[in-house]
């Protein structure tokens, strides 16, 4: 019996169709590029708004950067993107093409705060001002402890030991030894100075207050008095400074300390060994052998060890009157006085046995 032959089904899509379809399709690619571009511009305009932000909003402390004549947009951007006070050079960038300062960034020694805009930033360097910063030097510091706060201010370690390092023509150097560095000799006060104050500038506006204040109160006379020079008045100050805080027991201590002095009996101040300490760089320990110490070397030390505040050089020039020889800080903050071995040991007893007992 005969079988049917298979058929063969075909379809056959028109060209029509495919034309329809692809049609169909042109929109929803079109619109899917046009959210595609969208996003990419919406991407780009947050991108470049956080740019433009502050570095860091909590840091205020203050970088100097030096824009010289002839120093191109881009280069200044790239300095300031090295020294972590903008975000991005290329927001820079577009920024200023977008107000047109791009050519108006003016020359000139700037103090810049990471706390600060890139748009605060640029209007700074249009306007030319040089900015002015406050710099406080406090009593009792320390050489090294002055040098961290011109660092933090900005300036460069190596430019701060070089002014440090440096010799000063001045009147208040008048009986320093030459060999003598400047511990003791920046004035504790805030200052005031333009961005583009040298360090060597800053050391020598804190002489000349010092100067001033040495001046106006007969210091060198009333030094005098005490059988010390200028040198000796201040270096005497200095134990002071850091024995006690407040101006009457600035006066007593001065007292005892002088009266010291004359007999020949060591200063045994604990403040001079924990100096030695530290430029020693060891524990601090009441039979260090260095002649700052002066539980065990009689005399004032090599120089002086902290920066006096004119309380403490009013106190050395114009001492309290009393026989007291010894003094200490009790454990409530009061400073008590003896006169006799026995006193002072009575008032440890009886007042000093938490800060007595420490090293």
Not at 113 to 119: G, L, R
Not at 340 to 354: D, K, L, P, Y
Request: glycine fraction near 6%.
């Amino acid at each position: 019996m005969p079988t049917s032959a298979p058929v063969e089904l075909q379809t056959q899509i028109s060209p029509s169709s495919t034309v329809k379809k692809k049609r169909r399709l042109w929109p929803w690619i079109t619109a899917g590029i046009i959210v595609i571009l969208l996003l990419i511009a919406g991407g780009s305009v947050v991108w470049y708004k956080l740019s433009l932000r502050a570095v860091n909003t909590s840091d205020t402390s203050r970088i100097r950067l030096t824009i010289v004549e002839g120093q191109s947009p881009s280069q200044i951007a790239q300095a300031l993107e090295d020294k972590k006070l903008i975000r991005s050079q290329v927001a820079f960038d577009i920024y200023t093409r977008l107000t047109g300062t791009r050519s108006q960034l003016r020359a000139g020694t700037y103090s810049i705060s990471p706390s600060e805009s890139t748009e605060t930033i640029i209007n700074n360097l249009v306007s030319g001002k040089v900015d002015q910063f406050n710099i406080t030097f406090l009593p009792g510091a320390t050489v090294t402890e002055d040098k961290q706060v011109l660092v933090k201010a900005g300036y460069k370690q190596s430019d701060v030991d070089a002014a440090f390092s440096k010799q000063y023509d001045h009147p208040l150097f008048a009986t320093k030894p030459p060999t003598a560095d400047l511990e003791g000799y920046i004035y504790g006060e805030t200052y005031n100075f333009d961005s583009d104050t040298t360090v060597e500038q800053i050391l020598t506006k804190t002489f000349d207050e010092y100067y001033s204040a040495v001046t106006d109160n007969s210091l060198v006379a009333g030094f005098q008095k005490q059988g010390l020079t200028l040198y000796q008045g201040i270096t005497l100050a200095s134990i002071i400074q850091r024995e006690v805080s407040n101006a009457t027991d600035q006066k007593q201590v001065a007292q005892i300390f002088l009266k010291r002095l004359q007999i020949g009996m060591p200063l045994g101040s604990d403040v001079t060994y924990h100096y030695a300490a530290q430029k020693l760089g060891v524990d601090p320990s009441p039979t260090l052998d260095s002649p700052y110490n002066t539980r065990i070397y009689k005399g004032l030390p090599p120089s002086p060890i902290a920066a006096p505040g004119l309380g403490a050089l009013e106190a050395v020039a114009n001492p309290a009157s009393g026989d007291y020889l010894y003094f200490l800080s009790g454990d409530d903050g009061t400073t008590y006085y003896a006169t006799t071995e026995e006193e002072h040991q009575a008032n440890i007893t009886n007042h000093c046995q938490i800060k007595c007992a420490t090293p």
